[in-house]
């Protein structure tokens, strides 16, 4: 199945790094290793229509730098494979940004958001237990704010990332990664 398109949000470069040194020290114990850039998804899609697209380049900009604050760790998923996440709370208006954005996407889960930081994409289901075990002890007790510089439209096949607001405005620049 190929990944898809998404409209996220991204940190700062210095708490993306503190995310990845954990996803290193949870490795380093001997748990998979974790590659995906730190991100919190407001909605996904196959293939984000425009209109979504649109409507979270007018909604997001006034709400980014977004502040969230971690409340705890949850996991999604009932099969063999799950995913460990920090369940993340943030700002009233950010809230109903993204679930305005996610009621419009025809492929999206209604006018609904979780907001999240995955920690453990597609864990086997037996290892859970310790890797959320892991996962608290190894976290710092500090890193429980973390700051959303950037909504983007990511688009996995293409390998396009559309920044639709930036705490630096850097709004509109299209880049292509390698």
Do not use: C
């Not at 919190?40 to 709400?63: C, W, Y």
């Not at 971690?70 to 700002?91: C, D, I, N, P, Y």
Request: no cysteine; aromatic share 6%.
């Amino acid at each position: 199945m190929a990944s898809p398109e998404n409209i996220l949000l991204h940190l700062s470069e210095d708490e993306e790094q503190q995310v990845r040194e954990v996803f290193a020290r949870l490795e380093e114990r001997g748990f998979p290793s974790q590659k995906q850039t730190p991100h919190i998804t407001i909605t996904f899609s196959p293939a984000m229509a425009d209109h979504v697209v649109q409507r979270a380049a007018e909604l997001l900009p006034s709400t980014i730098p977004a502040p969230f604050r971690r409340e705890g760790t949850v996991v999604f998923g009932t099969k063999r494979k799950q995913t460990v996440a920090w369940l993340l709370e943030t700002s009233d208006e950010l809230e109903l940004a993204a679930r305005e954005i996610s009621a419009l996407n025809p492929n999206g889960r209604g006018p609904r958001w979780i907001p999240h930081l995955t920690m453990g994409l597609r864990l086997p289901r037996e290892i859970v237990p310790d890797y959320i075990r892991a996962l608290d002890e190894l976290t710092s007790t500090h890193l429980k704010e973390l700051t959303a510089v950037r909504a983007a439209y990511w688009r996995p096949r293409t390998q396009e990332l559309t920044v639709l607001a930036a705490a630096d405005s850097t709004a509109d620049i299209v880049t292509k990664a390698n």
